[in-house]
């Protein structure tokens, strides 16, 4: 079992940053591939950015350039570095956790067996 707490949420207005933090407990970090994902209101939830446990990220083409995955496998803790916010990035934001993605599946959702419980990003116009 992995347990998932995400933190950094927050208001900020068009242009600004945030950084989220997604701290796990439970089992061997490092194994894991863990991802981001954001659920805006009344739309699917969708993929924002994976990491590996070697370090290697994917990320979705809407925040290509703008934000950044990176993790701490001493702390255990995953991070979301979001620069250049637009308001379309408001969503609560999840982390997820699971033993075995691809390139070719990271992005999908049932790919991941771990979830947080989120945390909220509004930006502002």
């Known amino acids: 079992q992995v347990q998932l707490v995400e933190s950094g949420g927050g208001l900020v207005q068009t242009g600004g940053s945030l950084r989220l933090s997604c701290a796990a407990s439970g089992r061997t970090f490092s194994n894991y591939f863990m991802g981001w994902f954001r659920q805006a209101p009344g739309k699917e939830r969708e993929s924002v950015a994976g990491i590996r446990w070697s370090d290697s990220t994917y990320y979705a083409d809407s925040v290509k350039g703008r934000f950044t995955i990176s993790r701490d496998n001493a702390k255990n803790t995953v991070y979301l570095q979001m620069n250049s916010l637009k308001p379309e990035d408001t969503a609560v934001y999840y982390c997820?956790?699971?033993?075995?993605?691809?390139?070719?599946?990271?992005?999908?959702?049932?790919?991941?067996?771990?979830w947080g419980q989120g945390t909220q990003v509004t930006v502002s116009s």
């Open positions: 997820a956790a699971t033993r075995v993605a691809y390139g070719s599946n990271w992005y999908a959702s049932n790919t991941y067996n771990y």
